[in-house]
């Protein structure tokens, strides 16, 4: 685990990638980083929410299988275009 920790903290790729996270600059890696973070939150949360609005009538896990495929759906281009506006304001 030290060897590992030793290694991360030496590589300066992933120190410039810890670096450019934390300034909050956006470069092509930060970004694709965000979307996979919106990604899953929105996974997270569209499972959620077809658990509250269908879980009856459906069945709780099918509500929650349909609310986490449906949920990136919107989030994800959304997210992309404004990644890409951020980047050049």
């Known amino acids: 685990m030290t060897d590992l920790i030793g290694y991360v903290s030496s590589n300066p790729s992933i120190q410039g990638f810890f670096t450019n996270l934390m300034a909050g600059e956006i470069t092509l890696i930060t970004g694709i980083f965000w979307l996979l973070f919106a990604a899953v939150i929105s996974m997270i949360a569209g499972a959620i929410g077809g658990i509250i609005l269908a879980g009856k009538d459906l069945g709780y896990e099918l509500a929650a299988i349909l609310g986490s495929l449906f949920g990136p759906a ?6 992309a275009i404004g990644l890409v506006v951020l980047k050049f304001v």
């Open 74 to 79: 919107g989030v994800i281009p959304v997210a």
